[in-house]
């Protein structure tokens, strides 16, 4: 990602593990109609994760925590509507390009979700993305750190195998 490179700090690479988790949260957030890190059976990221197997512990030198962070986003598919008698006639749709630069300058301008999006210990990330009916695009973003994160003899424990 550039907004990452041209600090200095590594691209992340795509994981599709972490991806299916944020898919599925995007899914979630359109079929139950909210737009939060908390879903509404109470999970948040890390939870959501662990429910489909995907368990993560991360590294900070003096101390580890277990989870993932995330970032969210909606917009829509179109920048304006045409009306007729208030009924929708026609749209400005928007490419793909222009919906991925709305998300990531809105992300870039939130100080919470810039915050995240160059913290350097993350090196993976997984982003899912689903329409609603209502032409709304949901966007999950979820990173992760897994390269070299336990520098101890512990590489070999479960968790440790599964992300660090």
Same mark, same amino acid.
């Given at each position: 990602?550039?907004?990452?490179?041209? +600090?200095g700090?590594?691209? =992340?690479?795509?994981?599709? #593990?972490?991806? @299916?988790?944020?898919?599925?949260?995007?899914? *979630?957030?359109?079929? @139950?109609?909210?737009?939060?890190?908390?879903? $509404?059976?109470?999970? *948040? $990221?890390?939870?959501?994760?662990?429910?489909?197997?995907?368990?993560?512990? @991360?590294n900070y030198? %003096?101390y580890? %925590?277990? &989870?993932?962070?995330?970032?969210?986003? +909606?917009?829509?598919?179109? *920048?304006?509507? =045409?009306?007729?008698?208030?009924?929708?006639? !026609?749209?400005? /749709? #928007?490419? $793909?390009?222009?919906?991925?630069?709305?998300?990531?300058?809105? /992300?870039?301008?939130? $100080? !919470?979700?810039?915050?995240? =999006? =160059?913290?350097?210990?993350? *090196?993976?990330? &997984?982003?899912g993305?689903?329409?609603?009916?209502?032409?709304?695009?949901?966007?999950?973003q979820?990173?992760?750190?897994?390269? &070299?994160?336990?520098?101890?003899?512990m590489?070999?424990a479960?968790?440790?195998?599964?992300?660090y």
């Amino acid at each position: 990602m550039l907004k990452r490179r041209s +600090r200095g700090i590594p691209e =992340l690479e795509f994981d599709d #593990r972490i991806a @299916k988790v944020a898919r599925r949260h995007s899914q *979630d957030m359109v079929s @139950k109609g909210f737009f939060e890190h908390i879903n $509404p059976n109470g999970e *948040d $990221p890390g939870a959501r994760g662990r429910k489909m197997d995907y368990k993560c512990v @991360k590294n900070y030198g %003096t101390y580890y %925590t277990e &989870g993932l962070s995330e970032n969210l986003m +909606r917009t829509y598919l179109y *920048d304006s509507e =045409l009306r007729h008698t208030g009924i929708a006639i !026609g749209y400005d /749709w #928007r490419t $793909p390009e222009e919906i991925a630069q709305i998300t990531i300058d809105g /992300w870039m301008n939130s $100080p !919470g979700h810039r915050r995240t =999006l =160059l913290t350097a210990t993350y *090196d993976r990330e &997984g982003i899912g993305v689903v329409i609603s009916s209502d032409r709304e695009v949901f966007v999950t973003q979820i990173f992760v750190r897994l390269a &070299g994160a336990i520098p101890c003899g512990m590489r070999t424990a479960a968790f440790c195998r599964q992300c660090y």
